[in-house]
């Protein structure tokens, strides 16, 4: 039989197994922001250790900045408190950090593909619950807790449960007007709020395959929305021309070697997800959100 897109990243990271409890799941990419690390930072000074491998994880503070005005102290208290916190930490245990005022300072889950440090066949985490964002480009991510971090920072490992798969396929020409986010609202209307729960989804088909990267990105980010652990996409030839020439993606002959390796990494034809769904583009309409109920 053959393998799903999911089960080939998440077998090949898998450590160990624990009979009848979860995996160890090596992490490629650990994105942190200033909100859910503060405690994991603390954790590893109590406990005197140090971060595993520093130069896998990148800071950038984006939930407490000023959109305008940057270069002014931040006004608020506790977002400065935060904010301030996340650059003593970067700098006591040697991780990354693009700092506010800093060129690539932004919302992680933007920077991260801009940059090329998001890629194909990753296994990527970040105390946010959106990392599914960044299964867009062909790679398992989803958040993590604050105790996860921790545990990310000082193993580069994360011991997680195995989800289930889900692939969700969307075929046909969509309207005029109708947007990536419109696609999302759609399945998580059909879906319910709890469809996807214990869930890894998969989105296929036609209409997705002629989405640009920064779709593909909306999409998968809103993957949360209706219970998943998190979405993704099958790199194909839009994912690699998004990534290519990127500062930190491959060069090179380690290009070449890199993007036949993501070519194996769709889902193979005889491949059996837990879930599958079929959606016709045609039926989705431009949409809006009312706010709460």
Not at 84 to 93: D, G, P, S, Y
Request: charged share 25%.
């Amino acid at each position: 039989m053959g393998k799903t897109l999911f089960d080939k990243i998440w077998d090949a990271h898998v450590v160990n197994d624990i009979e009848g409890g979860p995996s160890q799941l090596y992490i490629d990419r650990h994105y942190c922001h200033e909100v859910t690390s503060p405690q994991a930072f603390e954790g590893l000074r109590k406990r005197g250790l140090k971060v595993f491998r520093p130069e896998k994880t990148y800071c950038s503070p984006d939930h407490n900045i000023p959109t305008l005005n940057q270069d002014r102290p931040i006004a608020d208290p506790v977002s400065r408190n935060q904010v301030e916190t996340l650059t003593r930490n970067a700098q006591e245990f040697g991780v990354t950090l693009y700092g506010l005022g800093h060129p690539k300072n932004g919302i992680i889950h933007v920077i991260g593909p801009e940059n090329g440090l998001t890629l194909p066949g990753y296994t990527i985490v970040c105390g946010d619950s959106h990392t599914s964002t960044h299964g867009a480009f062909g790679a398992v991510a989803f958040g993590i807790g604050t105790s996860e971090v921790e545990m990310v920072l000082a193993s580069q490992c994360i011991l997680q449960p195995k989800p289930k798969t889900m692939r969700i396929n969307v075929n046909g020409e969509l309207r005029p007007g109708v947007t990536a986010k419109d696609i999302a609202l759609y399945i998580i209307a059909r879906m319910t709020t709890g469809g996807a729960t214990g869930y890894f989804v998969e989105y296929a088909g036609d209409t997705i395959r002629r989405l640009s990267m920064e779709e593909r990105m909306t999409v998968c980010n809103l993957s949360i929305e209706m219970g998943a652990r998190g979405g993704m996409i099958a790199p194909d030839e839009t994912t690699i021309a998004y990534v290519k020439g990127r500062e930190f993606a491959p060069g090179g002959e380690e290009w070449e070697k890199a993007v036949a390796y993501w070519r194996t990494l769709p889902s193979d034809p005889d491949a059996v997800f837990d879930r599958e769904i079929n959606f016709d583009a045609a039926d989705i309409e431009p949409r809006i959100t009312l706010g709460p109920n």
